[in-house]
């Protein structure tokens, strides 16, 4: 299963990738390298990860997450719906029909809005689904097992698999913590290998304004809807258009300060809260210097895991799919000499197939390089 995420809806409303099959859920991933890093100390250690994984780009969208709820909710026993998305001009998705035949669809200009009012059991749950391939193509599309397993609201197991790229799961707070705020200082960071915002600085944010359809209308390498400063549809701060605000971590990813809070894999008090990271639309001012605006990496918001409201919302992370064997020229999945035939044949008609050093050029180096990696094979 291609396990590159990312919703057509989302493509097509924001420019922000190729539309696709709008009833094929995805969700776009940055690699999240470096690892191995020392955790920040700022953070009480953490934010250091052993290996390499891959974060959402996006918060998921509530178009996201209407066909997640139409795939799934028909009947709707564990609640994957919350009226208040329908009711709440902060809520991005309706239900109509009845119980059995129940239907979703997103409101005006909300569709590539986060989804907001889901809790912890939400967001393993559409974990799961997709890891589980959205019942597409063979996958069960199951909701209940996966890399969760669930006993009605009861999480009874979580399998990680790192070698399997078709996982998807929440961030743990580490994994949260290295894919907002850490950047090398080798590469142009901190001095101590993090920031204290999402934004690639230690400077405070600038407060997000809205258009009157909810995109950033102040984008800017350090702008951030916090402090209800994106005033549109009536209310004093709303959710704005991911991405919108042109902010981006040193991986890639937009918007892992402000919108809204998202759902983390790590527990806290004996396992009954989970937590939340990365401020929301309404986090402001505050006195304690540590807790810079709820935004600062030191900041988790612990809550029963059935919590839901305006300012919650998902992302999700997932392993890094393995590389393609370099060796394996003809691409089937073997190493042997109709490989090192097919790159010869190639090398000699001066297709740049044969470029094996990407540099432009056929030449010996591309020789030597591909019977180097022939010789180690995959």
């Known amino acids: 299963m291609k396990n590159s995420f990312i919703v057509a809806a989302l493509a097509a409303v924001t420019g ?102 889901v809790s912890y059991f939400d967001a393993v749950r559409m974990a799961n689904w ?3 391939g959205q019942g597409l193509n063979g996958g069960s599309g199951s909701t209940e097992s996966g890399v969760y397993t669930l006993n009605a609201n009861t999480l009874t197991a979580i399998t990680r698999n790192l070698s399997n790229p078709n996982q998807v799961f929440l961030p743990t707070e580490s994994e949260f913590i290295k894919a907002g705020y850490h950047q090398p200082a080798s590469q142009g960071g901190d001095t101590d290998n993090f920031w204290r915002f999402a934004t690639r600085s230690n400077n405070s944010p600038t407060v997000a304004s809205a258009t009157a359809t909810g995109d950033i209308a102040n984008p800017g390498a350090t702008t951030v809807n916090y402090s209800s400063g994106s005033d549109w549809n009536g209310q004093n701060g709303n959710l704005t258009t991911v991405g919108s605000a042109g902010n981006t971590s040193f991986y890639g990813a937009f918007d892992m300060n402000g919108n809204v809070r998202e759902w983390i894999e790590t527990t806290a008090f004996n396992q009954g809260f989970r937590g939340q990271m990365g401020g929301d639309l309404f986090s402001g001012f505050n006195p304690n210097p540590t807790l810079v605006f709820g935004l600062d990496p030191a900041f988790v918001n612990y809550t029963v895991p059935t919590s839901e409201g305006s300012d919650l919302g998902i992302r999700f992370a997932s392993p890094v799919p ?52 022939f010789e180690v094979g995959c």
Do not use: H
């Open 130 to 132: 997709l890891t589980n």
């Open 322 to 373: 393995p590389q393609p064997c370099r060796a394996d020229f003809n691409s089937d999945g073997f190493v042997d000499f109709t490989d090192f035939d097919g790159f010869v044949a190639a090398f000699e008609a001066g297709d740049l197939a044969a470029d094996f050093n990407g540099d432009g050029f056929l030449d010996f180096t591309d020789f030597d390089a591909f019977v180097a990696a």
């Open 16 to 117: 922000l990738g190729a539309s696709i099959a709008s009833a094929q859920v995805t969700i776009e991933f940055r690699t999240v390298g470096n690892a191995g890093n020392a955790g920040d100390p700022n953070s009480f250690g953490r934010g250091g990860v052993a290996y390499e994984f891959r974060i959402g780009t996006f918060e998921v969208t509530n178009a996201q997450y209407a066909e997640f709820l139409n795939a799934v909710a028909a009947s709707d026993p564990r609640g994957l719906f919350n009226a208040n998305m329908g009711t709440d001009p902060r809520g991005g998705i309706t239900r109509s029909g009845t119980d059995g035949f129940f239907t979703y669809a997103v409101k005006p200009n909300m569709g590539n809005k986060p989804v907001n009012y």
